[in-house]
């Protein structure tokens, strides 16, 4: 494995064009940034920039009547997301919504979706979640008068594994049968890359009569969904990490048409799931949007929908097809060259490809914290997780097999010769 064999996939490459979509962090080091932090930030579209300006121009222009005037009023903005968030996800536009962030939209899904009683009020969480979900699981459960140290049921790793079986999954799931409320899991898990079959794990939740929700932080944009089919109940994602849309960008939002329309299941109501020819008319009575919609609260972003919008027009020109394809390259490229030239030292964390996207968590012999500082200097974009963790991403939209090659061979260089 050499840089000319890693040129000449990119040479290959069906997506090459997209790196020049991209704005890559200014850094003096002699190849270049190599960024690899998309699972945190992703990097900024060039169109994003004139997009928000745009949008500056419109408020300039129009004042309020930016709400109605120009290319892409205010009002129906977030429409603009709709269509290219049913492609990504796999789902219908009237399952789809841009609102609100990620915790904020978890907690909002758990309102309508987490309705424990005396005898099913357990919710099923994997036992490394992400904080943020795990205190609003908990918080859930306290509000609802449980206690969650009985409500709250972390699945485990086997004994000297590191990831959950999925047959453990569906027996706990089994186990838990009738008491089961929630089944709540990232996919894939934010520190260990791994990723669940989201069919069999809502169906094995529908089995017990409990509902299946996935936080998509590090799936959407990254794995190939089809939330609509699998029958998954919601979905909540947020938008900076694999979508680019920046820092705090605004979140996405999935709920099965099968518990949309005039069911009325209880949820925080605000005026913007009022019952669009009725908004204005600005009177007491709550008429839901007969689609996800309902569930938005306030007006929306537009700064942070316009970012979003210029990277999801890539997202659809480049289809999430072909950046799956791309990405399992590019990951498989960093594994192998892992295994070979940086074997004695670190070892993977993340599962073999089908049960990961694009991330690489990588657990080094040594703590690698000492070495951050080295590979910033070297114009290394990575990130460290307590206590011993590297987590790298390819990203297929912007990342190439040359960009891989030459973070291996820093990496090397760094852990061999300091
Ligand atoms: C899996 C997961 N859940 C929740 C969050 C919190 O996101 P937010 O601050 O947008 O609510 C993150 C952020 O990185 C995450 O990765």
């Known amino acids: 494995m050499t840089l000319a064999h890693a040129q000449e996939l990119d040479r290959q490459d069906p997506l090459k064009s997209f790196r020049q979509e991209f704005i890559f962090p200014d850094v003096s080091s002699k190849d270049g940034p190599l960024y690899f932090a998309g699972h945190s930030l992703g990097l900024m579209p060039k169109k994003a920039k004139d997009y928000i300006n745009e949008e500056l121009q419109a408020w300039g222009q129009y004042g309020v009547e930016g709400h109605f005037e120009g290319a892409h009023p205010w009002l129906p903005y977030h429409e603009n997301i709709t269509g290219s968030f049913s492609r990504l996800v796999g789902a219908k536009e009237s399952e789809v919504v841009a609102m609100n962030s990620l915790t904020v939209n978890l907690h909002l899904m758990m309102v309508s979706f987490y309705r424990p009683t005396k005898t099913k009020y357990k919710i099923l969480i994997e036992n490394n979640t992400f904080p943020s979900d795990k205190y609003a699981v908990d918080s859930q459960s306290r509000f609802h008068g449980f206690d969650p ?9 086997r004994p000297n594994e590191i990831h ?3 047959e453990d999954l569906i027996a706990q799931i089994e186990s838990l049968g009738d008491s089961l409320s929630l089944v709540l899991l990232g996919n894939c898990n934010y520190l260990s890359g791994q990723c669940f079959d989201f069919k069999n794990v809502t169906a094995a939740a529908h089995k017990v009569g409990a509902l299946a929700g996935f936080n998509l932080a590090h799936g959407a944009g990254n794995l190939r969904l089809e939330l609509h ?3 998954v109940d919601f979905a909540v994602w947020c938008s900076y990490k694999y979508l680019n849309s920046g820092p705090g960008g605004i979140a996405g939002a999935f709920i099965h048409e099968k518990h949309l329309g005039p069911q009325n299941l209880p949820r925080f109501e605000g005026w913007w799931g009022q019952n669009k020819k009725n908004r204005f008319k600005m009177g007491p009575q709550f008429e839901a949007i007969p689609t996800v919609e309902a569930w938005q609260l306030s007006n929306p972003p537009i700064f942070q929908l316009a970012s979003l919008r210029a990277s999801m027009e890539l997202f659809d020109q480049a289809t999430m097809k072909t950046l799956r394809e791309k990405g399992d390259k590019l990951t498989n490229y960093f594994e192998k060259l892992v295994e070979t030239e940086l074997k004695s030292e670190v070892s993977i964390v993340t599962p073999e490809s089908p049960n990961r996207g694009s991330m690489l968590c990588l657990r080094f012999k040594n703590s690698p914290q000492k070495w951050t500082q080295t590979l910033r200097e070297r114009g290394v974009f990575v990130d460290f997780r307590e206590p011993d963790i590297i987590r790298a991403t390819p990203v297929p939209l912007y990342n190439s097999f ?3 090659f030459k973070l291996v ?8 010769e300091s």
């Open 149 to 157: 140290s009985t409500t709250v049921v972390e699945l485990k790793p």
């Open 164 to 166: 959950i079986r999925e």
């Open 229 to 231: 089919n699998w029958d």
């Open 402 to 404: 040359e960009d891989v």
């Open 409 to 416: 061979q820093t990496f090397k260089e760094v852990i061999y």
